[in-house]
């Protein structure tokens, strides 16, 4: 057998290849592009259902509500709730909000309004967990326990009307109280309700806001990190 000869290793050192500052550039270009490409896939079915709603129309008529241009974000207004919890209007996100606006006091008009509320939820059948009904009361910081039962199935806040009034508005001649209002699941305010809105064509448009973000939505919010 033949004896290798001892001999030490040897390496060849090349040098790294010079990168070019015009090649660095154009590589985080490509990069953004597809950043931006990821996104747009990403939203597109948001983007789609609400070019199915305000553009296509597909019923070939207008929408009764009147569309907020623009959209107005949930303010951050801390309100309080029946168990005198605090809550942020800004946590609210992730679901249809249907919106009524009254004094903790609730007169005649007002309960009617929540009855309303509360019907038009219940004819969207299996839907009606996509959207929560939600009344902002103001005024005494009480709620008489009759309306507390009442509306026990509610998000009832008490918030503060001044603050309140910087992110709803009425139809020019009346008052918040007067409308029904919805908040899209991003948070932003995109929809008011005549005054002495005909039931129907409330359901109307629920039901077309519903059909237009099946895609995208879904019932109750995600789960969040403590103190997220």
């Not at 990168?19 to 550039?25: E, K």
């Not at 985080?28 to 490409?37: C, E, H, N, Y």
């Not at 006091?105 to 009617?112: N, Y």
Request: glycine share 6%; with cysteine.
């Amino acid at each position: 057998m033949a004896k290798i000869p001892d001999e030490p290793l040897t390496l060849t050192v090349h040098s790294l290849p010079r990168v070019d500052a015009s090649d660095t550039a154009a590589l985080t270009r490509a990069g953004r592009w597809k950043m931006l490409l990821l996104l747009l896939v990403c939203a597109s079915p948001v983007i789609a259902s609400y070019f199915t709603y305000y553009v296509i129309r597909p019923d070939g008529r207008r929408n009764y509500g009147e569309l907020i241009d623009p959209q107005r974000p949930l303010p951050d207004i801390v309100g309080t709730d029946v168990a005198g919890k605090a809550v942020a209007l800004p946590t609210l996100r992730d679901q249809w909000l249907f919106v009524s606006v009254a004094d903790s006091a609730c007169d005649a008009a007002c309960q009617k309004r929540l009855y309303l509320q509360r019907q038009l939820r219940e004819t969207l059948g299996k839907e009606k967990d996509r959207m929560d009904w939600v009344w902002l009361r103001t005024g005494a910081t009480e709620l008489a326990e009759p309306l507390r039962q009442a509306t026990a199935a509610a998000t009832v806040l008490h918030v503060d009307a001044a603050a309140l009034a910087g992110w709803l508005q009425p139809a020019a001649g009346h008052t918040l109280e007067e409308h029904l209002y919805v908040v899209d699941p991003m948070g932003n305010w995109m929809m008011r309700f005549p005054v002495d809105a005909d039931p129907r064509r409330v359901k109307s448009d629920l039901e077309r806001l519903m059909r237009a973000s099946s895609s995208w939505d879904q019932p109750g919010r995600p789960a969040r990190a403590a103190g997220g």
